[in-house]
């Protein structure tokens, strides 16, 4: 007999995290909420000109003040303004400056192409960009198709004078200009009175962000979100993670996305953290030193890449069999209330900094395996489920408890289904949710909207998966990637690839379907882009050689499936397989080298 499965927060038990003293009502409450209880403590810490530079919250308050005052005197107010950059306090600044004046944000990836640049810019009808110096360049080559856009604001790579800065009584005139401009107008504006931004009502239902999705189905669509949107995941994840005013977090993933921005830099700012913003990819163990974090938010993909960083370096000091007999005898100690890690692992920690004790990942399927190594050694390690569909958060595993499996529970005020709702638990079905997270819909194309969000608000996340009897939801795979072989069985390419992710030689992989020489049977592939540095220390010299020592891997794992789940077919390339910038294989390009 099949039961109706509807699971809605607040969680079924085991201690749910208490409620906070309080809450955002939307972007700018949030903004004040900082700068009131926090004032002059640092809000982010970050290096420009080979200076490390802070930027308290009430001077960050007092910059978005400037800056939307400045939009408003340039005609602004109602407008689409468009970012993209590095990281950076103008970005954010931007960014609520103009979603809190009035405006619609149009955030940019900084992976995107001079024409792909132009295009988003015109799509979503965009007056004003602001952009980091180092797109300068691409800025001047587009501006020409770009007339409707009457403000291009460059910020720095050098200068940050805006908390001490004068007002200009200048208005702004020209078509590109400073940054610094906009804060020095918008100083004077709000000496002589100007509440052209400060007295402005926010409409917490109107559309205030237009996020472009990644294109990993070959065909990008606008999201729309609101206010009660963002403010609800930003809520959450403000109430599930547990973070105070004690914590220090450093920024690593790209600031367009909204998984980073919702949860790593407004969370941040509503719970009084210090927000240290990692200036690439190639000083992210610098920065973990320099800044020593509390907690972070990453992708599963950094989260191994650190992981195999930490085992190769234990291997390379043989140091195997000292760890593993480190790791049991702490545990057994904590069976018992004794707690060794901080001194047993210390030597690991400090990688990060030696003060970090939690992680959240999120963007792609988590190796459970990771859960289970990262607390060992005293860091709690646990994921969240979103989509930027839903701003982006669907759920979250609380610290307190954690199924390695799982990707936790419905975020406070959303309600998940499988399927229709009828669903039993464990049976796989899609995803569907319903709640103030969930977008308003597709810029412009209400066919793709009116497909995936129903009139009721049920949201079709294009995830399978299933919901267990305690509430948590699991998933198994994309809707769109799921294999289905001649004999109508179904094989989800994430659960194949999680038992090839463990061996040594396989650096990255994609599991597909590809139809045999009969033209019929489909046969389950593993395309794999090699470790060929870790293939150099085996003397395997060709990838004939690599794929024969792979085949024989592979064959151990096939022992353990059914018989349709089993690999058939072995495909070697010599390229890194294509990525969005949160690090996601783009399965539509896989063929490309």
């Known amino acids: 007999m099949k039961i109706s499965l509807n699971i809605t927060s607040p969680f079924p038990k085991k201690g749910y995290p ?8 939307d972007l700018g409450n949030l903004v004040k909420i900082g700068s009131s209880l926090y004032r002059e403590k640092p809000y982010m810490r970050f290096r420009r000109n080979h200076q490390d530079l802070a930027v308290s919250y009430q001077d960050f308050d007092r910059m978005i003040d400037c800056t939307g005052t400045a939009f408003a005197e340039l005609g602004l107010s109602d407008s689409p303004i468009a970012v993209i950059g590095e990281t950076s306090p103008e970005w954010v600044i931007t960014y609520l400056a103009t979603v809190n004046g009035g405006g619609l944000i149009v955030p940019l990836d900084k992976e995107l192409s001079t024409s792909e640049i132009a295009n988003f810019l015109r799509r979503a009808g965009c007056r ?10 691409k800025v001047l080559e587009i501006e020409g198709e770009l007339p409707d856009i009457v403000c291009f604001a460059e910020i720095s790579n050098e200068f940050f004078p805006y908390p001490d800065a004068t007002g200009s009584q200048t208005p702004i005139t020209d078509r590109f200009i400073p940054f610094e401009a906009l804060i020095r107008r918008g100083t004077a504006l709000l000496n002589e009175g100007s509440n052209a931004f400060t007295g402005h009502t926010i409409d917490v239902e109107k559309p205030c962000a ?34 105070t005013s004690d914590d220090v977090i ?17 969370t941040p700012y509503l719970a009084g953290m210090t927000v240290c913003i990692n200036e690439s990819l190639k000083t992210v163990l610098r920065s973990f030193q ?23 370096t234990v291997r390379k000091k043989g140091m195997e069999k000292k760890l593993k007999l480190a790791m049991s005898a702490s545990n057994k100690a904590r069976m018992i209330g004794i707690d060794l890690r901080k001194t047993l692992f210390s030597e690991i920690t400090e990688t990060f900094g030696g003060n970090l004790t939690r992680i959240v990942a999120g963007g792609a399927p988590l190796n459970p395996d990771m859960c289970d190594f990262f607390d060992a050694i005293g860091i709690s390690l ?23 499996k799982s990707v936790g529970l419905p975020v406070p005020g959303l309600e998940a289904r499988i399927g229709d709702g009828s669903f039993a638990p464990g049976e796989i079905d899609e995803i569907i949710v319903r709640g103030d997270n969930v977008m308003l819909g597709y810029q412009g194309d209400p066919e793709a909207t009116a497909a995936v969000l129903e009139e009721d608000g049920w949201f079709h996340t294009g995830d399978l998966g ?75 010299v060709d990838l004939d050689a690599i794929s024969e020592v792979l085949r024989k891997e592979i064959n151990k794992i096939n022992v353990k499936l059914p018989m349709f789940k089993q690999i058939r077919g072995i495909e070697l390339r010599k390229t890194p397989f294509v990525k969005t910038t949160t690090k996601k294989i783009i399965r539509y390009r896989i063929n490309e080298e």
């Open 382 to 404: 646990t994921q969240g489920y979103g989509i930027t569909e839903c701003s982006p958060l669907i759920s979250v595993s609380p610290f307190n408890w954690i199924k390695g």
């Open 250 to 266: 450093v920024s690593v993933l790209p600031i367009h996305h909204t998984y980073e921005f919702s949860c790593g830099i407004l």
């Open 128 to 137: 004003a960009l602001v952009y980091s110096h180092s797109f300068h360049d």
């Open 18 to 25: 208490p409620e906070r003293s309080y809450y955002a009502t």
């Open 210 to 243: 237009c996020l472009f999705t990644s294109g990993t189905t070959g065909t990008s669509k606008g999201v729309l979100l609101c206010q009660k949107n963002i403010t609800s995941s930003v809520n959450s994840a403000f109430r599930l993670t547990a973070v």
């Open 466 to 540: 299933y919901i267990d009897k305690d509430g948590f939801i699991y998933i198994t795979g994309r809707k769109k990637n799921v294999i289905v072989l001649h004999n109508g069985k179904n094989v989800f390419p994430e659960e194949i690839e999680e038992y090839l992710e463990p061996i040594e030689l396989i650096s990255e992989c994609v599991v597909v379907g590809r139809t045999a020489e009969d033209g019929e049977t489909i046969n389950v592939t593993a395309v794999i882009y090699p470790d060929f540095d870790k293939a150099a220390e085996q003397a395997l």
């Open 290 to 312: 320099q800044y020593k974090p509390t907690i972070l938010i990453l992708v599963p993909l950094f989260v191994s890449t650190i992981y195999k960083k930490i085992m190769e």
